[in-house]
């Protein structure tokens, strides 16, 4: 294979001069002494913006590129305060424990410079002894730490230990890679900063922000959102930058015989022949890949190459090296100096180097795959050309939406605008559990009305859980010892679900109810770091999963339906042929099924079914719009039902939600698992007039939403044409799993969809045909219509499978079927409101529809037999004289 042959485009963007400035007027003459002993003559522009900026009080966000001196540009002036005033402390925080030691690195020749009686600096993280900790607390004028250890250390502690001290002299608090803060890991966040900021005002501080991000969307209005102050932009960029090469690499197809597609060469096969390639031309590279598998994979096979009998290079497997987590801290250092020194050309490493740990001048990056985000391909190859030569950059697409979006148009990866950092700190779950945390820190006051929005709403209901009792106009906390303990920073949801190594009981991860319902199913093959396991067993009582290493070509992709209910419509507008809404949904997450995907070519292998299905009801946020008339004509035209299996075929409305989901993700910076994008329930109801109603929900796969939604809705009508030319544009012959997810699809016929959200066309001609995989389903056993009289082998059959409710279904004496309702005949009215519960209700739903051949939109009712048993009275009196 001849790498060159692969290119599909070249980019070169123009090296461009520094744009110097003078030191700034107001700099302390021994910092310039400083700078002009380490060489420093002047300042880039944007570092003499942002001291000016910060020195005049502002609160301020940089975003100029990899390796501008962003960190001179935020170190300069905290230095300056800390020489006037010793007791000024600063924070600074950083995603990563590895990323605040590198940081600590930087620093520390100002440390040597101007000596410990003029500033003094530490990590306090979880691995600094506790000696340290006291030294950093005592003396240290700037503490790197990360977000875990201002919520669960700092803040609860604020009043011990000397962290008063440290808290009424805070000057400064700097975010390093403000752009990673997204998600409920930035909505947490947020949320750390609105309790910091009750403890400044405790203690009369009012510290300034000082943030550096990667290029997004918003980075001020991100960081308003994240730190609750306006913020002012320095983005204009004063570095110098080496010509830049980036050329995209397409693997060869592979064809069979039959000349039909069977994907393409693996990418990780691609990258180990182009790495010994450019050892051979004497380049220093990075390879970034997607796992830890996949670091070890081309680390593997390059030296393989490098070792053969048939390569004319003169360079030997140990000059490469991979870098990834699972390498102690001290094999990490030693591979980073080796790097620096030169003992090293190269490095196959995940996105642990993507942050800006210093491994010296490279001059080439290879990108195994697109890493997701435009944010993240700028910061991967923004690692080389740091020397003033020129750089290359190579990125192997891989066989995946996004990659194949871009051997489309590479505009959008060099032209357009990067995406939306989105969060959402008014998330009633994350605001209760903040809330919750700074009630222990400090009495809640009517102050902080205007920190949480919601408190008027949590403090009654922390009231009535004894959590909060009220003091004078004040409410303090009275529950557990350590709230801000109490939740991970990083998710939502409280319930959690560990998954253990079946044989040495290891941890191997651990994930919210909502993921596990969709990852750790009995049968689920997951990858952590780059490892596959299959799970043999999901405990759901112990909330554990046990799983054993796998070694098979296929991955599992969770399937059932998703039921999405309108709670609150928020705002309204029209788009083209639609009309799009946002609000509050309650989603009813069913999983009843699995799978197989294959390996590389994502062609599905077949179907599975649980032996006991998963459900999780929640509310969150969504954007829906209507599909128009002509499109749910033609859609319901072709589909098509197995009488066996009740498998739907044909249903482009997977296609259309398929295109749409990954052009949504192209705006919002989300993983595959943070939005879903479904139809409504009655899309696939053939009984239904062809001219019915169907919507497609985009929504939050998190409680209470996280802001993603009401981005899209923002952003729809660029969502809707980039997912046209995601599947307009593949290169495939008909449709494949890139372009609509499923090669069984004509990828016209989901065009034809998107198309007419804007404008109306045609149907198109010749619509494909294709055999399905074989599946494993088996029919349902019981009939929706002879319920009625399957009743007590219904009751028997789900008793001896274990289900919840099983015991209560055998006390229900007789049902009746009415159309789309089944109704429980019972003889208590007590009885009859308590199965109306909506929780209750919507379990015996979900029981019944895996058992039993249920149409869309089943309902269930209760009526009252003719022997209504009235409640015994003496026995209730009886009862409440032993309560007393």
């Known amino acids: 294979m001849d790498i060159k042959d692969c290119i599909i485009y070249e980019k070169t963007i123009p090296a461009h001069p520094a744009v110097y400035d003078d030191f700034p007027e107001n700099l302390l003459p021994e910092l310039a002494g400083y700078l002009k002993e380490h060489g420093i003559e002047k300042l880039y522009c944007h570092q003499t913006e942002m001291f000016e900026k910060v020195t005049s009080g502002k609160n301020v966000v940089i975003t100029t590129s990899t390796a501008s001196g962003k960190t001179l540009s935020f170190l300069l002036p905290v230095l300056q305060d800390i020489l006037k005033n010793p ?93 990673t803060y997204r998600g409920a890991f930035g909505s947490h966040l947020a949320n750390v900063f609105r309790r910091l900021s009750r403890v400044c005002r405790y203690y009369h501080s009012n510290p300034q922000f000082l943030c550096s991000s990667a290029t997004i969307a918003n980075p001020v209005e991100l960081a308003t959102e994240i730190c609750g102050k306006q913020f002012t932009l320095v983005d204009k960029d004063g570095s110098p930058a080496a010509e830049r ?68 290079g003169t360079h030997k497997p140990d000059e490469i090296s991979g870098y990834r987590g699972g390498y102690t801290p001290l094999e990490r250092k030693q591979i980073e100096n080796q790097m620096i020194s030169g003992e090293l050309m190269g490095l196959v490493s995940t996105n642990a180097l993507e942050l800006g740990i210093d491994i010296g001048k490279i001059s080439t990056t290879v990108l195994v795959g697109y890493p997701g985000t435009r944010a993240s391909f700028w910061q991967q190859t923004g690692r080389a050309g740091r020397s003033g030569k020129r750089s290359s950059n190579y ?78 106009g004040k409410f303090a906390w009275s529950g557990g010892e350590f709230p801000a303990g109490d939740f991970s920073m990083r998710n939502i949801d409280e319930k959690r679900y560990k998954l253990l190594h079946k044989d ?64 609150h419509e928020s705002k309204n507008m029209p788009l083209a042929r639609t009309e799009l809404h946002f609000g509050d949904v309650n989603v009813s997450d069913y999983v009843y099924m699995f799978k197989k995907m294959q390996f590389h070519n994502h062609q599905n292998l077949g179907y599975e079914q649980l032996p006991k299905a998963l459900s999780k009801d929640y509310d969150t946020e969504s954007t829906w719009m209507r599909v128009p008339e002509n499109v749910v004509r033609v859609y319901r035209g072709l589909i098509q039902v197995n009488e066996n299996t009740k498998m739907v075929r044909n249903n482009y409305y997977e296609g259309v939600c398929f295109a749409l989901k990954n052009a949504a993700r192209m705006v919002t910076m989300t993983e595959q698992e943070d939005i879903g994008v479904i139809t409504s329930a009655n899309a696939l109801e053939l009984a239904f007039d062809t001219s019915s109603d169907v919507d497609i929900y985009f929504y939050d796969k998190y409680v209470g939403g996280l802001g993603f939604s009401e981005k899209i809705y923002d952003n729809m009508e660029d969502i809707i044409q980039n997912a046209v030319k995601l599947v307009k544009g593949c290169g495939c012959k008909d449709g494949c799993a890139a372009c609509v997810g499923d090669h069984r699809l ?31 389903f088996r029919r349902k056993e019981f009939s929706f219509e002879k319920l ?64 039993a051949d249920v149409p869309v939109g089943f309902q269930i009712q209760v009526a009252l037999t003719d022997e209504v048993k009235e409640p015994d009275k003496d026995a209730m009196e009886k009862m409440e004289r032993r309560l007393k």
């Open 87 to 179: 007791l000024t402390r600063a924070i600074f925080i950083y995603p990563t424990k590895a990323l605040a030691a590198d940081q600590y690195r930087a620093i520390a020749p100002y440390l040597e410079y101007f000596g410990e009686n003029r500033i003094v600096a530490g990590v306090y993280d979880g691995d600094t002894p506790v000696a340290e900790r006291t030294r950093i607390r005592q003396s240290a004028n700037i503490i790197l730490t990360n977000p875990e250890m201002v919520n669960g250390a700092f803040l609860p502690n604020h009043s011990k230990y000397g962290f008063d001290f440290i808290f009424s002299n805070l000057k400064y608090i700097v975010i390093d890679e403000l752009h």
């Open 245 to 312: 090469g980036y050329y995209l690499i397409q693997p060869p197809k592979i064809m069979g015989k039959d000349d039909n597609y069977y994907g393409q060469v693996r990418i990780t096969t691609v990258a180990a022949e182009l790495l010994p390639e450019l050892m051979d031309e004497g380049k220093n590279f990075i390879a970034f890949t997607k796992s830890r598998k996949n670091v070890e994979i081309v680390l593997k096979e390059t030296r393989d190459h490098l070792e053969a009998e048939g390569f004319l």
């Open 395 to 472: 990125l192997i697409l891989d066989n995946q939406p996004f990659d194949q979006y871009i051997a489309l148009e590479p505009g959008w990866l060099f032209e357009g605008s990067s995406e939306n950092a989105v969060i959402d700190k008014n998330n009633l779950i994350i605001e209760l559990a903040h809330i919750r945390a700074a009630a222990a820190e400090i009495p809640l006051t009517l102050d902080d009305i205007s920190l949480f929005p919601d408190l008027g709403e949590a403090i009654p209901v922390l009231l009535r859980a004894e959590e909060l009792s009220s003091h004078n």
């Open 504 to 567: 040495s009981g290891k941890e191997i991860t651990e994930m919210d109810e909502s993921q596990a319902f969709r990852e750790l199913h009995d049968g689920a093959v997951y990858m952590h770091d780059g490892v596959a396991y299959q799970v043999t067993k999901l405990d759901l009582e112990s909330r554990t999963a046990y799983a054993v290493p796998f070694n098979g070509n296929y991955y599992t992709v969770a399937a059932g339906e998703a039921n999405v209910k309108i709670v």
């Open 746 to 776: 004509d990828r016209q016929m989901v065009l034809f969809g998107l198309e007419n959200l804007l404008e109306h066309w045609d149907v198109p001609m010749g619509v494909k045909t294709a055999e399905h995989a074989p599946s494993t």
């Open 788 to 851: 009625g009289e399957q009743w007590q082998e219904f009751c028997k059959k789900i008793s001896e499978n274990g289900e919840n409710f099983a015991a209560f279904l055998q006390t229900v004496p007789a049902v009746e079927v009415r159309e789309r309702m089944l109704i429980l005949k019972l003889s208590s009215a007590f009885y009859a409101d308590w199965v109306m519960e909506p929780g209750n209700r919507e379990s015996l739903k979900n029981i019944i529809s895996y058992y």
